[in-house]
């Protein structure tokens, strides 16, 4: 107990044993002790009862009261202590309460002014609790008749149901603005237990910008194509074994050259998936035959200085795009023999997943990759080392090809690896693009383990 109201309370006590002393001793001089001593009790009962009233009257009132004079000095008991305290508890509530209404005034000021529309959402019924000025233009909510009204029927042009649906694990969607003319990106963030938050973002001029960039990159590409053939034309004419001082250089520009070409290759195969919303086509994906296609481009490539090894465990086909698939699996297996040292395995493996879904595996034992490059992994022209992979021939575009066109078959991309033990690129298709072997009219695949 604080000094302050120890002394309080002894005092208070000390009155009232004193006021009881005397009475009985008055009564006792006057032939009714009892008596005098009861009133007494009465009295202190009733003078406790006013002042328990009084503090109820403070507590009770809404407009700022005085501290009383009587809690203001010396020798005050422990009601006069008990005022001090509720008039200090009541002026720091009120402290905050102007503090906190002045930090809500900032934060709705900040609010009105972001270029982003911010609508606050009631998680249960999805109902508007609250939105800024660029609601009111992004998405056409009117104030105040879309408060407390549902989000869907609000927002219904643009048909958000399934999406709000999805709650906390909705990805980012990109629609038009219910006023036409502009692209917006929502994004809806949980922030509390029974509230979201949905953002929608401008993005035209970005997107814009983007086309602007992938429509500059093939066209660059595309016209690339017609100077590096005459170019590599007229090295193959240069190749002159009877002047062995030009072959080094010769040689040289050789490889520069067809590892132009193959950038550029890259750059017009991540152009076109990059613009695809879409797969061109889909058909039945003879996963035997594409597994022993990537063992004998891994072969060529790794020229026999890796053990490589497939393994069919799944026994099932896959059903998407031949040509992006085998850009995918192609550049995961010449990633694989590129970055993994002589005398190095490589495993491809073709097995099923978890839920129904179907799983191409990437094993190898190469350098391996540190954890803080795995999440840049995809990024175009990212390297984790400018060095290796400039001597590997390597173009920086690979994985970004990988991850779009996964996309466009709705699959994933996982990275596993290790510094020094080696990596693991798993591509996961969902249970939809799987086929089975027989129905194709083929006897049912085993699994089989071929090198």
Known sequence: MPPEIYKAWSRTVAMLALLLALAALGGALAGHAWEALAVAALLVIGWHYWRLQRVLERLTARRRQPLPTRALGRGRGAWSELERLLHRSQVETRGRKTRL???????R?????????VVVVERNSQRVMWFNEAGTSMLGLQYPAALGAPLAECLKPLSLSHWLAAGRHAEPLEVTSP????TLSLKLIPYSESLWLLV????????????????????????????LTVLHGYL??????????????????QQQSQRMAQLVEDLLTLSRLESAEQLPGEDRIAMAAMLDTLRREAAALGQGRHRIRIEDQAGVDLWGGARELHSAFSNLVSNAVRHTGNE????IRWRHGEGGEVVLEVVDSGY???????????????????SRSRESGGTGLGLAIVKHALHLHQARLEIRSEVGVGSTFSCH???????????????????????
């Open 101 to 107: 209404l002045e930090m809500l005034r900032a934060y």
């Open 109 to 117: 000021a900040v609010a009105a002014a972001l270029p982003d529309a």
């Open 179 to 182: 006023g036409g003319g502009a």
């Open 200 to 227: 929608a973002r401008d993005v035209t001029r970005l997107l814009r910008l983007e086309r602007m960039r992938r429509d500059f990159v093939a066209n660059v590409s595309h016209e690339l194509r017609t100077p």
């Open 236 to 253: 193959d004419m240069m190749d002159d074994e009877e002047d062995p001082e030009r072959q080094p250089m010769i040689r040289e520009m």
């Open 344 to 347: 190095g395995e490589l495993v």
């Open 368 to 386: 391996g990759i540190a954890p803080a490059h795995l999440p840049r992994l995809t990024e175009r022209f990212y390297r984790v080392s400018a």
């Open 429 to 451: 298709f969902g249970a939809a693009r799987v086929r089975s072997r027989e129905s194709a009219g083929t006897a049912p695949a085993k699994p089989e383990t071929r090198t």
